[in-house]
């Protein structure tokens, strides 16, 4: 103790509980929960202390611990007051170190420092002894023991908190392959880590709380459900690490764990409101002697198998917590030493971080594989873009085959029914008895002008008619002069038929050009029509001339049984009227969805 410092450890202690009030001289600390256990109720410490001289500078009160509610009066002057004491209000202040400054003018050479407190059941209430002195002398010692009680605790929260957010991260976004890639699912190493760090945070983190949002006791549950969840979620992660989850043994234990979470809030429960302190007491041995046995278990599996040294350093850390714990439990359960702190809180921090190690192990071997399983599966799928592209190449050239075979098939069709015909023809004619030039002449004009139009098709754009239609004007309309046949051309202007391919567009050339050339061969016609219309559901042609006509008969010829396939072909409709000496009508009706 520093010179100086007075320390008052003596009290006239008036206690009031059930409504009876007993007075008593004690020595300090004094702790409720000793005294007193499974009790709440008030009490008044009268601390009598005389001084060789009034100081001429400020003091300081440094009070270690107290609470749970308090008044704290020197020589009847109010120093401060926290909580009610006239009831439970729910609030602990108990949790942190209290320091007062006390002006000169309020010490006296006989003083009487009065203390008043309202304790509740299990919440560590009571009066440590009280120093006084300059603050030069005792504000070191309150700053000591703030730091380890409240600025650890919160060191020790915000790490739990950051590890545990981080593997709650890693678990929700990271996900585990088969080599095969057939099943996937997300590694339970990180659940069970993320958990547990984010109950010790709560755990902790209700010493930093002086204002619980939930009343007492339901409160008090908080913090030892959250150490039973901690235990569980650590034993959980050490059974993952070491493959024990599928083990008989391992069903058995987790049953157990599952035994003491059941049980969790039911001890503090009774320790707590209904005045059983035993019952939590035997429920923290539980856990100390249930995790020894794993701990020792797990650091012997360690060393047999001869497992990475992180995982003998996780079960070394169980140990190490399992022994602090047992202190803790001796000394705030067993044999209650009031004003001590819980070194469990800082110890847990050296498991924390054997876990958070070996998440970054296992997270940077996981990402690892990935990589692996990406290239693997990159060089599978260059193999199949490479048999594909070979597949492809092939297919393009069979389909290129019967592009050609199917084109050499139209060029012979279309010379079959255009020029070979004509020559044809002409071949007869040369072998009647008496030729007739001009039927010679206009049968071999014919077939040219059939070749010309074959290549002509070949530069009119899919599905344009009115270009079709101009290219026959231009290569028959000479023709149609010389023959003294007037040609009326109506032909509006006609939208773009985009079911008419290159194909289809050389069916319609050969159906009109079939019409044209009847007529001028023969129909003996003064005058032609060529009309082309659109109306809402396509496009109608119609070549009309009025020449002889003629009669219907149960044989067509090839030319109008040539027309009504190609027009078939081309998802036309074709109609043909005709009498004789009426002249002969070819009406023609493309629909806009015609299919071929």
Not at 3 to 9: E, F, K, Q, S
Not at 19 to 34: A, C, I
Not at 438 to 463: F, N, R
């Amino acid at each position: 103790m520093p010179t100086n410092v007075l320390l008052i450890d003596r009290a006239t202690l008036t206690v009031t509980l059930a409504e009876q009030t007993h007075t008593r001289e004690v020595s300090l600390p004094y702790h409720w929960d000793k005294h007193h256990p499974g009790q709440s109720g008030e009490a008044v410490f009268d601390l009598r202390f005389h001084l060789p001289e009034r100081p001429e500078e400020p003091w300081s009160l440094y009070l270690p611990r107290l609470g749970n509610a308090y008044e704290i009066s020197l020589n009847q002057t109010l120093l401060q007051r926290k909580g009610q004491l006239a009831g439970p209000d729910g609030r602990d202040y108990a949790q942190a170190p209290h320091l007062l400054t006390l002006a000169p003018k309020l010490l006296r050479r006989d003083n009487v420092l009065t203390i008043s407190i309202r304790a509740e059941i299990g919440r560590r209430g009571g009066l440590s002894p009280v120093l006084l002195g300059p603050p030069t002398k005792v504000d070191p010692l309150y700053q000591k023991n703030h730091f380890w009680r409240v600025t650890g605790s919160v060191a020790v929260v915000a790490f739990s908190f950051l590890v545990g957010i981080l593997a709650m991260t890693l678990w929700a976004t990271q996900t585990t392959a088969s080599p095969t890639w057939q099943t996937q699912g997300r590694d339970p190493v990180y659940l069970y880590v993320g958990l547990a760090e984010l109950f010790w945070t709560l755990r902790v983190g209700d010493s930093l709380i002086e204002t619980p949002p939930l009343p007492w006791p339901w409160w008090g549950l908080i913090p030892v459900v959250a150490l039973g969840a901690w235990g569980c979620s650590m034993a959980l992660f050490c059974m993952e690490v070491a493959d024990w989850r599928a083990s008989q043994r391992s069903r058995w234990f987790k049953g157990w764990l599952a035994a003491l979470m059941t049980a969790s809030p039911l001890a503090a429960l009774m320790a707590l409101n209904w005045g059983v302190p035993v019952a939590l007491t035997l429920w923290y041995a539980a856990m100390g002697i249930t995790f020894l046995g794993f701990g020792s278990a797990y650091l012997w599996y360690g060393f047999k198998t001869g497992v990475a040294w992180p995982h003998r350093l996780v079960g070394m850390a169980i140990l190490f917590n399992v022994a602090v714990g047992m202190r803790d439990l001796y000394v705030f359960r067993i044999n209650p030493t009031y004003g001590e702190n819980s070194l469990m809180r800082y110890s847990v921090v050296l498991f924390g971080m054997a876990l958070a190690w070996i998440v970054i192990i296992r997270f940077r071997t996981a990402s690892t594989q990935a990589r692996e399983l990406m290239q693997t599966l990159q060089i599978r799928i260059s193999e199949k873009e490479a048999e594909l592209t070979t597949i492809h190449q092939a297919k393009q050239t069979v389909l290129s085959k019967r592009a050609r075979t199917a084109e050499r098939t139209r060029i012979l069709r279309d010379m079959h029914d255009g020029v070979g015909a004509h020559i044809s023809s002409a071949i007869r004619q040369l072998q009647q008895d008496h030729l007739e030039k001009g039927e010679l002449l206009s049968t071999m004009h014919d077939a040219l002008d059939q070749l010309k139009m074959s290549v002509d098709v070949l530069s009119v754009p899919e599905g344009d008619v009115n270009t079709l239609l101009a290219s026959l004007r231009y290569r028959l309309e000479p023709r149609l002069k010389l023959a003294g046949i007037q040609l009326v051309w109506a032909v509006d202007a006609l939208p773009v038929l985009a079911q008419l391919d290159s194909q289809r567009m050389r069916h319609l050339q050969f159906v009109l050009y079939e019409a044209l050339s009847n007529v001028l061969q023969h129909a003996h016609a003064q005058t032609i029509h060529v009309e082309a219309t659109a109306s809402q559901d396509g496009v109608n042609l119609v070549v009309r001339d009025d020449g002889s006509g003629f009669i219907a008969v149960d044989q067509p010829s090839k030319g109008l049984t040539s027309m009504r396939e190609r027009c078939r072909l081309l998802g036309a409709e074709l109609a043909i009227s005709s009498a004789p000496e009426s002249g002969t009508e070819v009406r023609l009706r493309i629909p806009f969805t015609a299919d071929a």
